[in-house]
T-cell receptor, first 109, second 115 residues
Framework: GIQVEQSPPDLILQEGANSTLRCNFSDSVNNLQWFHQNPWGQLINLFYIPSGTKQNGRLSATTVATERYSLLYISSSQTTDSGVYFCAVTKAAGNKLTFGGGTRVLVKP | GAVVSQHPSWVICKSGTSVKIECRSLDFQATTMFWYRQFPKQSLMLMATSNEGSKATYEQGVEKDKFLINHASLTLSTLTVTSAHPEDSSFYIC???????????FGPGTRLTVL
């Protein structure tokens, strides 16, 4: 099956700092989503981004499908940005989301 | 829009009992729903794909007789953990994909503890 790798596995930031999270995948995809899992376990949809660039407030994402990677940018981080960020993909013509291992982010005040 | 609910949010049961978890898409129809399991500090693992009106498709290593899935309508899928044992304790999360869309939306999860 498709492999999804996220880096770094852990990230500690000072409030106000910027950061970049990376997601590499091993095959062509027709769906790529970024999620933030909050402390209660709820997965919040951040971006649906099989290709191109999107921005939503302090967050933005870019997927370069031909090179099989996606990046999530967090700017001016806040303590509420803490949690686990997951990238998940669906193979082209597929149905199932495969999750990466996640990046655990801690933003310190 | 695109809200998915799960019930119950947590459940504690005795070993050997069965537990049913409901997953509902509140404001859209979903031909396909998915069930995941997540252990502490790990990623989500897909257990099965639930298709409205047909049998679920289980991932390799998931016992279909233990984890019964029913997708009786376009807005409701249920997961029943039969004869639960302590090793079934986990966080179970469902997702739903609106018909004709690729994006999936997740429920808040159900924390199951089997004593």
């Amino acid at each position: 099956g498709i492999q999804v790798e996220q880096s770094p596995p852990d990230l500690i930031l000072q409030e106000g700092a910027n950061s970049t999270l990376r997601c590499n995948f091993s095959d062509s995809v027709n769906n790529l989503q970024w999620f933030h899992q909050n402390p209660w376990g709820q997965l919040i949809n951040l971006f649906y981004i099989p290709s191109g660039t999107k921005q939503n407030g302090r967050l933005s994402a870019t997927t370069v499908a031909t090179e099989r990677y996606s990046l999530l940018y967090i700017s001016s981080s806040q303590t509420t940005d803490s949690g686990v960020y997951f990238c998940a993909v669906t193979k082209a013509a597929g149905n199932k989301l495969t999750f990466g291992g996640g990046t655990r982010v801690l933003v310190k005040p | 829009g695109a809200v998915v609910s799960q019930h119950p949010s947590w459940v504690i049961c005795k070993s050997g009992t069965s537990v049913k978890i409901e997953c509902r898409s509140l404001d859209f129809q979903a031909t396909t729903m998915f069930w995941y399991r997540q252990f502490p500090k790990q990623s989500l693992m897909l257990m099965a794909t639930s298709n409205e009106g047909s049998k679920a498709t289980y991932e390799q290593g998931v016992e279909k007789d233990k984890f019964l899935i029913n997708h009786a309508s376009l807005t409701l899928s249920t997961l029943t953990v039969t004869s639960a044992h302590p090793e079934d304790s986990s966080f179970y999360i469902c997702s739903a994909r609106p018909t004709d869309y690729n994006e999936q939306f997740f429920g808040p999860g159900t924390r199951l503890t089997v004593l």
